[in-house]
């Protein structure tokens, strides 16, 4: 196998734990969320937190750099549209990810304190909840999009 097949072949099974991942945590949140059980809200909090350090973010790193090895290995010129359009979805799904992660730490900070306390979930958790949903629509749409950029390479 060429370095440049087994490159691809390993950026494309990374796009997919990352987009994977990313729509898995979104649907169990959202179903732990809407439960208002706080255990629950907790455990499965606890396990995405973990999940985004452990996956998504090697996953986030390694797609950039596979992406510049792909460029390099394939002989496209980087100023390429659909390179730039790829890159500028990437950055923005970055941009709305990173304020995700930091609401999800949050979130589960508070079900664990609420569950150690035996109250329910705050105000400001609801809050936090709303912001997580929106922010995820437009990295998921970034996705999607960035997606078939790579597969039909628009001129």
Do not use: N
Not at 61 to 89: C, D, E, K, N
Not at 90 to 103: H, K, Q
Not at 114 to 136: E, S
């Amino acid at each position: 196998m060429s370095a440049y097949l087994l490159l691809k072949t390993l950026h494309i099974l990374s796009s997919t734990v990352l987009f994977g991942l990313g729509a898995g945590s979104a649907y169990y949140s959202l179903r732990a969320w809407r439960t208002g059980k706080v255990e629950v809200i907790a455990v499965t909090f606890k396990h995405l937190v973990f999940a985004d350090w452990a996956f998504t973010t090697t996953t986030a790193i390694f797609q950039p750099l596979s992406g510049i090895g792909l460029i390099y290995l394939a002989g496209w010129p980087p100023q390429q549209s659909w390179l730039m359009w790829s890159v500028g979805l990437y950055v923005l799904a970055g941009v709305c990810w990173l304020p995700v992660v930091w609401l999800q730490i949050q979130v589960h900070r508070m079900a664990d304190q609420a569950l150690a306390a035996g109250t329910p979930m705050p105000i400001k958790a609801d809050q936090y909840m709303r912001w997580w949903f929106a922010l995820g629509w437009p990295a998921f749409l970034a996705f999607i999009a960035i997606f078939y950029l790579m597969v039909a390479k628009p001129t």
